[in-house]
């Protein structure tokens, strides 16, 4: 899961230039990076909170010099954004928060997919805002949403009551990020993408360490290669490969590049933590990827 910006509305589905090779090699570059965030997270020694702290604090300093080196002026805040920013750094700390507790707590699958629920959460909102019922195709995501995470989390209890525990705190952070999305849907017109970055972090990461603190996480690690290396994958190679690559691709290839990242969290969750996925396990990941993509493209 990333702190992804989108283009404003009018710039939806047409990406700005032909993708080059460095683009599509940037665009699975930042998923796969951000697909083994969950690794570093279940392997720290600190609480799972706390090491969503020390991603989002260790990466400020970077984000303010990769920003000002793309001629943004991080802290020439409109009024507005000043309000936004603050309660969108809170929703992503608490989607952050939820996220990182649900993958201590369940397959690694499972909580990269949800976590990703987001689109379907803004989906799902247009709807309510607009007093609209959904056409064929929206019926179809949604029904496959369902279904798919209905398969999933039913097999995850069968694993035990924990895990269902962790599925539900996965989903949760998926309704944090969309809150975030929406907070922030304003602000990207007039902040840059480093700045946003930047901005949010700094608004987050003091969220989460109080989490952390209430929870009574463990919160300086004693091994800092987990805690490096998800700041370092998740939060500057991801998350900057991402930035990078967006705009050059429509909200379609997006969502397919973004179900990479639930299949390397399977892939490894079962060659390092003997998570094993079953037919029934695959074919519930398929169900909510089709509907993550379809729900991309129609809220991109």
């Known amino acids: 899961m990333s702190v992804t910006t989108r283009p404003a509305a009018s710039d939806a589905g047409k990406p700005a230039g032909e993708p080059l090779l460095r ?53 020439a805040i409109p009024r507005k954004a000043a309000i936004l920013v603050p309660v969108a750094g809170i929703a992503f700390a608490l989607d952050l928060a939820s996220w990182h507790i649900g993958i201590a707590q369940t397959r690694l699958g499972n909580a990269t997919l949800f976590g990703n629920s987001g689109s379907l959460v803004l ?34 209890l069968e694993i035990s009551a924990a895990t269902l525990v962790g599925d539900v705190f996965a989903l949760v952070a998926g309704l944090f990020y969309a809150v975030y999305l929406l907070v922030l849907h304003d602000a990207r017109k007039a902040l840059g993408s480093w700045s946003l970055l930047t901005l949010v972090c700094i608004a987050g990461a003091p969220v989460l360490l109080l989490i952390a603190l209430v929870l009574g996480e463990p919160v300086w690690p ?79």
């Open 23 to 75: 683009h599509w090699a940037a665009l699975l570059l930042g998923n796969v990076a951000l697909a083994l965030g969950p690794w570093a997270v279940r392997v720290a020694d600190t609480g799972p909170v706390s090491a969503g702290f020390w991603r989002l604090a260790l990466a400020v300093p970077f984000l303010f010099l990769f920003a000002r080196a793309s001629g943004e002026k991080v802290f």
């Open 222 to 300: 004693r091994d800092w290669t987990p805690i490096v290396a998800l700041f370092i994958g998740s939060q500057l190679i991801g998350q900057g490969a991402l930035v990078y690559a967006l705009r050059h691709f429509t909200p379609l290839v997006i969502g397919l590049a973004l179900l990479t990242q639930p299949a390397i969290a399977a892939i490894y969750g079962f060659l390092q933590f003997g998570e094993v996925l079953g037919a029934m396990d695959i074919a519930g990941m398929v169900l909510v990827g089709i509907a993550l993509v379809f729900a991309r493209v129609r809220t991109a």
């Open 123 to 156: 989906l799902v909102s247009g709807f309510v805002l607009a007093r609209a019922w959904p056409g064929g195709r929206e019926w179809l995501a949604l029904v496959s949403a369902f279904l798919g995470a209905g398969i999933l989390m039913g097999r995850s």
